[in-house]
């Protein structure tokens, strides 16, 4: 058994790219009434046949300057809609004027909305850049810092070195000196007993 599915009124709208005010016109001048229904919402309920329907009516639209009424007719003659549907009423021209400048104005308000909505996520992201700028540049600060730390610490260990080589010298020196002088005050007499027998035996031979 086939299944007969039905689409909302603003499915149709969109999937044939037409303001749903003007998809409600169209219902009224080419789907019959058994493929068009109303939900407890009052919304509409558009059969598969109506929405091909609907989907002719839009591409003869599009193709040409014919009004309404002429696709109508066309459609009825073509055999596509019943003789029930050319008793309704084609819009006057102020209607479908009217139609179609609040539709341009719907549309001009959802374009602005998207605009406006495009807008604040630029400001947003451009807020989260910012942050992030803010945060890299607290970072390179603080690495900054660290570095100048770090050399003012490299020139206080390069100080310390040239203190401590400095007092090693003057500590090699002093006891450089100390040993000349030692050497040089070292008593030349020997507790060696026997040294001082011979040293004596060779005074008396000379």
């Known amino acids: 058994m086939d299944v007969q599915v039905w689409m909302a009124s603003k499915e149709v709208a969109d999937r044939l790219d037409v303001h749903v005010r003007t998809l409600r016109n169209w219902l009224d001048l080419f789907v019959p009434a058994k493929e068009r229904l109303k939900n407890p919402q009052g919304h509409y309920l558009i059969s598969e ?41 084609e819009p006057t021209a102020a209607e479908e004027t009217a139609v179609a400048m609040s539709s341009h104005q719907l549309d001009s308000q959802t374009k602005l909305r998207d605009a406006e909505y495009a807008v604040h996520e630029a400001l947003v992201a451009f807020q989260h850049e910012l942050t992030q700028l803010r945060s890299l540049n607290q970072s390179q600060t603080t690495i900054l810092e660290k570095m100048a730390d770090i050399e003012e610490k490299q020139e206080f260990l390069r100080l310390e070195m040239r203190r401590v080589t400095f007092e090693m010298d003057l500590m090699q020196q002093r006891l450089t000196r100390r040993k000349e002088r030692f050497a040089k005050h070292q008593p030349r007499w020997s507790l060696n007993p026997f040294r001082w027998f011979s040293r004596s035996n060779q005074a008396a031979e000379q």
């Open 49 to 89: 046949t109506g929405f091909a329907l609907l989907k002719e009516v839009k591409e003869r639209k599009d193709k040409g300057n014919s009004s309404l009424r002429d696709i109508q007719r066309q459609m009825f003659e073509e055999g596509h809609i019943p003789e029930e549907l050319l008793m309704a009423e």
